[in-house]
């Protein structure tokens, strides 16, 4: 069982900049694949970005490459999305999320993309102002 908590959401004005954190219990954090993904209003949820289990893979949303960086300190138990030059478009509330890696890193990650997920975070609020 993984449970995970984001946190760093807030308000910010366009092209500005956010980290938010998500910080995983348990002992096995450095066996999942990690995730985020967000749900702006009115949409669906979306991937935006994910990384390997071992941080040594990173993949995004076309939407966000370039602007945002995801990384993880499995020491930390815990996994970052650094976005910078925010817009107003990425107002949204970003969820966590963990998948266990039990193929290989691209099949786990396209999983996940998918929405192949084993646990969620609750979410956090980012708004981004124009």
């Known amino acids: 069982q993984v449970q995970l908590v984001e946190s760093g959401g807030g308000l910010v004005q366009a092209g500005g900049s956010l980290r938010l954190s998500c910080a995983a219990s348990?002992?096995?954090?450095?066996?999942?694949?990690m995730g985020w993904f967000r749900r702006a209003p009115g949409k669906e949820r979306e991937f935006v970005a994910a990384?390997?289990?071992?941080?040594?893979?990173?993949y995004y949303a076309d939407s966000v490459k370039g602007r945002f960086t995801i990384s993880r300190d499995n020491a930390k138990n815990t996994v970052y999305l650094q976005m910078n030059s925010l817009k107003s478009e990425d107002t949204a509330v970003y969820y966590c999320?963990?998948?266990?890696?039990?193929?290989?890193?691209?099949?786990?990650?396209?999983?996940?993309?998918?929405?192949?997920?084993?646990?969620w975070g609750q979410g956090t609020q980012v708004t981004v102002s124009s």
């Open positions: 990384i390997s289990w071992g941080g040594g893979s990173t």
């Open positions: 348990g002992r096995t954090f450095s066996r999942y694949a």
């Open positions: 999320a963990a998948a266990l890696s039990t193929t290989t890193t691209q099949s786990t990650i396209a999983a996940m993309q998918r929405g192949g997920i084993d646990y």
